[in-house]
């Protein structure tokens, strides 16, 4: 069974997110919106666009709980369910439910040293309609 097949995400905290941001759209030219910076780019076995999200997290945000940790890494995976069910025979820390969404299902699980890490089946499709023409390539 395919596990994780990318990375979909980073995430990190910082005191000024908007700042932050900006910097990096101004310095690094990220093309960015309110959610940080869409990454595009092709996949292995198909020549469809699929994303990559990037984010400023303010640092009081409790998206990461109950990790302590500055930044979470978001993993693009084949079929969220069927890992969940490995995960939980091999006591993996789930810490929520699948959440489903029009762009995917989403779950939070920890790593051995406390790490929250976001597991994502992602929906490519909605990006493309919403931003093309505005990612980071």
Request: net charge negative; aromatic share 14%.
């Amino acid at each position: 069974m395919k596990k994780v097949t990318g990375i979909g995400g980073i995430f990190f905290k910082c005191k000024e997110p908007d700042k932050m941001r900006d910097w990096y759209r101004d310095q690094l030219g990220l093309v960015t919106n309110e959610y940080g910076s869409l990454f595009e780019f092709r996949k292995a076995d198909a020549d469809e666009p699929a994303y990559l999200q990037w984010s400023t997290m303010s640092e009081g945000s409790d998206h990461f709980k109950p990790s302590e940790k500055e930044f979470m890494i978001n993993y693009r995976v084949h079929d969220l369910e069927a890992l969940k069910k490995e995960l939980e025979k091999s006591d993996v820390k789930i810490v929520s439910d699948i959440e489903s969404f029009e762009y995917g299902k989403f779950m939070h699980i920890m790593d051995p040293e406390g790490n929250k890490i976001e597991l994502w089946e992602p929906i490519d499709e909605p990006f493309t309609k919403l931003y093309k023409g505005q990612t980071t390539k």
